[in-house]
C-alpha cells in the first residue's frame, strides 16, 4: 500500500490532546493530510479539532478565511491554549518550514529547530502529547540545501522566513517558486502512546530547564519511532513507484 496508518487507538477518542508531528514534504506535506484524515476518523466531527498554522498566512486574501474554515488557528496565539481548555484536540508541527524543508540527507531525522512552544503550551494546559511520526512522507521531494543564506539575502527574515530551499528535479537544480513534482513516495503515519507531565504543574512552562527536558523526551520519542519506520518501511519512493505501475498495468 501507498499509504499505512498505524496506532490510531493511541489518540484519545474525546477530550483535549497536542498531537505533535514530524512535518515534511515542503508544501507538499501529505503528512497533514493523512494525520488530519485519521484524527477524523477515529474522533468524527463531533469533537473539535485544530491544526496550528503559519501566522502569515491568515493575513492573506482568500487564504486566511478557508484556512479558518477547515480548522487552522494562527501558531502564535492565544488561540491554541483557549481551545485546548475547551477540550478540543490541537494538531502541530513545531518544526515547521524549518524541517519540512530539511536536506535529503537528513530525512529521517527529527528535527523542530530548538522550538519548545508546544511543550510550554502543554504544560500550561495540562493536556497529553501525543507524537504522530511520518516516514516516507520526505522522500517525495529531494531537498539539496535550506537556502538559509539566500532567505537572508532575499530580506525574507522580516516575513519571519528563514528558508528558501534548493531542489533536485527531473531537470536538475530548481527552487521551491518552481518545485518539481512529487514523487510517488508510500507514506506511513504512527501515532505513537501518549506522553503525560501530571507531576508537573502549569508553572514549570516558565522553567526552562523542564521545558527543554520535556522537548527532549518527546523528540527522543518520535526519533526513536521513525528510526524502526524506516528500517520496517525501507525504500519508500521504489514501493510506491511498484504499487504506482501494479496499477497501471491490467491483471
Same mark, same amino acid.
Given at each position: /500500500?501507498?499509504?499505512?496508518?498505524?496506532?490510531?487507538? %493511541?489518540?484519545?477518542?474525546? *477530550?483535549?490532546?497536542?498531537?505533535?508531528?514530524?512535518? $515534511? +514534504?515542503?508544501?507538499?506535506?501529505?503528512?497533514?493530510?493523512?494525520?488530519?484524515?485519521? @484524527?477524523?476518523?477515529?474522533?468524527?466531527?463531533?469533537?473539535?479539532?485544530?491544526?496550528?498554522?503559519?501566522?502569515?498566512?491568515?493575513?492573506?486574501?482568500?487564504?486566511?478565511?478557508?484556512?479558518?474554515? @477547515? !480548522?487552522?488557528?494562527?501558531? /502564535?496565539?492565544?488561540?491554541?491554549?483557549?481551545?485546548?481548555?475547551?477540550?478540543?484536540?490541537?494538531?502541530?508541527?513545531?518544526? *515547521?518550514?524549518? =524541517?519540512? $524543508?530539511?536536506?535529503?540527507?537528513?530525512?529521517?531525522?527529527?528535527?523542530?529547530?530548538?522550538?519548545? !512552544?508546544? &511543550?510550554?503550551?502543554?504544560?500550561?494546559?495540562?493536556?497529553?502529547?501525543?507524537? &504522530?511520526?511520518?516516514?516516507?512522507? %520526505?522522500? /517525495?521531494?529531494?531537498?539539496?540545501?535550506? +537556502? =538559509?543564506?539566500?532567505?537572508?539575502?532575499?530580506?525574507?527574515?522580516?516575513?519571519?522566513?528563514?528558508?528558501?530551499?534548493?531542489?533536485? !528535479?527531473?531537470? *536538475?537544480?530548481?527552487?521551491?517558486?518552481?518545485?518539481?513534482?512529487?514523487?510517488?513516495?508510500?507514506?506511513?503515519?504512527?501515532?505513537?502512546?501518549?506522553?503525560?507531565?501530571?507531576?508537573? *504543574?502549569?508553572?514549570?512552562?516558565?522553567?526552562?530547564?523542564?521545558?527543554?527536558? $520535556?522537548?527532549?523526551?518527546?523528540?527522543?520519542?518520535?526519533?526513536? +519511532?521513525?528510526?524502526?519506520?524506516?528500517?520496517?518501511?525501507? %525504500?519508500?519512493?521504489?514501493? !510506491?513507484?511498484?504499487?504506482?505501475?501494479?496499477?497501471?498495468?491490467?491483471?
Amino acid at each position: /500500500s501507498d499509504l499505512e496508518v498505524r496506532g490510531l487507538e %493511541h489518540l484519545p477518542a474525546d *477530550g483535549p490532546a497536542l498531537v505533535v508531528g514530524n512535518h $515534511c +514534504g515542503l508544501f507538499y506535506m501529505p503528512e497533514v493530510w493523512v494525520t488530519a484524515l485519521s @484524527i477524523i476518523d477515529r474522533r468524527g466531527t463531533e469533537h473539535p479539532a485544530y491544526s496550528l498554522t503559519y501566522d502569515l498566512l491568515f493575513a492573506l486574501p482568500v487564504i486566511g478565511p478557508f484556512l479558518r474554515r @477547515i !480548522g487552522a488557528i494562527p501558531a /502564535s496565539s492565544a488561540e491554541a491554549e483557549a481551545a485546548l481548555d475547551a477540550g478540543a484536540l490541537v494538531l502541530d508541527y513545531p518544526g *515547521g518550514d524549518w =524541517e519540512a $524543508c530539511r536536506p535529503w540527507l537528513d530525512r529521517n531525522t527529527i528535527d523542530f529547530g530548538g522550538r519548545t !512552544g508546544f &511543550v510550554r503550551l502543554a504544560l500550561r494546559t495540562g493536556v497529553p502529547v501525543v507524537p &504522530v511520526v511520518a516516514h516516507g512522507s %520526505h522522500d /517525495s521531494v529531494v531537498v539539496i540545501s535550506r +537556502g =538559509e543564506a539566500i532567505a537572508r539575502a532575499l530580506g525574507l527574515g522580516a516575513s519571519h522566513i528563514k528558508v528558501f530551499p534548493i531542489l533536485l !528535479g527531473p531537470l *536538475g537544480l530548481t527552487t521551491a517558486i518552481t518545485p518539481p513534482p512529487p514523487l510517488p513516495s508510500s507514506v506511513t503515519v504512527e501515532f505513537l502512546p501518549s506522553i503525560e507531565w501530571n507531576d508537573l *504543574g502549569p508553572e514549570m512552562a516558565e522553567d526552562a530547564a523542564v521545558v527543554d527536558r $520535556c522537548a527532549t523526551e518527546v523528540v527522543e520519542t518520535m526519533q526513536d +519511532g521513525l528510526n524502526r519506520l524506516r528500517v520496517e518501511r525501507a %525504500h519508500p519512493v521504489r514501493r !510506491g513507484l511498484v504499487n504506482l505501475v501494479s496499477r497501471a498495468v491490467p491483471h
